[in-house]
């Protein structure tokens, strides 16, 4: 009993600070402001994952939690200067690998144990050599919040392509009065005939979905090791909930007005400051 309500606090904690999230203007974020952030909530979300996920039992482990956790962040952020600057393959590559290390250190895995990347639907991960004990040489987990997402960047365009290992909308149609583009989980639209940068800035948007993914806890996914046998070329790990994007999505994103938003002042921010 006293576990769990140790467990329920950290996760009001959680959500206590993502509720809390400063807000400021799009114009008075600097980048100073977007590295520390992105540091610090790594590395504090990772924590708390770790430890919801019972991988944390002292202080060490809550160092190695904290430190990689904020290493991610920082990769996170870098990702995001990537994609501002239209290198956004290499972007979402480098956002896959800091995501990759907080799936494995908040697992008990060392943090390049797996390596993965998020397609539509699925998150394939690839064990390395460092893996132990691995269940599979691949593992493959599904979000049902993706699939929602997927389903209304569908219904919210008109043409649909492959644009740098992504899927990119594009809408004749605005969502609202004066939006150029919006982004669902990874699939960002842009309203046809719109300058490049609101590309990019859908594109950071698709990170800081990543980076969302990374910070929650999925009771719901299989550990990485097996108990016996032999390891197996694929296996189905199981549902990733993406508990924190959601309560993102349910309220921080309907509380804030977009010109304090969160998301949208980083990304104002770093494709702006070009």
């Known amino acids: 009993m006293k576990k769990r309500t140790i467990k329920s606090l950290a ?14 203007k799009l114009s008075a974020v600097t980048e100073g402001t977007i590295i520390l952030g ?18 944390v039992h002292n202080f060490k482990d ?3 939690c904290l430190a990689y956790g904020s290493a991610s962040g ?8 990537l994609v501002a600057a239209d290198r956004v393959f290499g972007g979402i590559l480098l956002a ?14 060392g943090p390049f144990s797996y390596l993965g990347f998020s397609l539509p639907l699925v998150r394939i991960e690839v064990a390395t050599p460092l893996a132990r004990q691995k269940r599979s040489l691949l593992r493959v987990t599904v979000s049902p919040r993706d699939a929602i997402s997927l389903a209304l960047s569908f219904k919210k365009s008109d043409r649909v392509s492959l644009r740098n290992g992504m899927l990119a909308f594009e809408a004749d149609t605005p969502l609202a009065s004066h939006v150029l583009g919006w982004a669902y989980s990874l699939f960002p639209t842009t309203l046809s005939g719109t300058d490049e940068s609101v590309y990019r800035h859908e594109m950071v948007h698709v990170v800081q979905s990543l980076q969302l993914m990374a ?10 090791r097996r108990e016996e046998g032999k390891a197996k070329l694929l296996s189905f790990a199981g549902f990733r ?9 349910l309220t921080l994103s309907k509380v804030q007005s977009y010109s304090k938003y969160w998301r949208e ?3 104002y921010q770093l494709v702006q400051s070009l």
């Open 265 to 267: 002042a980083e990304a």
């Open 38 to 55: 992105n540091v610090m909530g790594s590395g504090v979300t990772t924590l708390v994952r770790g430890f919801l996920q019972g991988q």
């Open 241 to 249: 909930m993406q508990a924190i994007g959601l309560a993102n999505d």
């Open 11 to 24: 996760v009001a904690v959680l959500l206590a600070a993502l509720l809390a999230f400063p807000a400021h």
């Open 62 to 64: 809550a160092v190695k």
């Open 96 to 109: 896959n690998l800091s995501a990759s290390v907080i799936d494995n250190v908040t697992s008990g895995e």
């Open 215 to 224: 910070a929650s806890p999925e009771p719901f996914v299989k550990s990485y």
């Open 74 to 81: 920082y990769g996170f952020y870098q990702s995001k200067k």
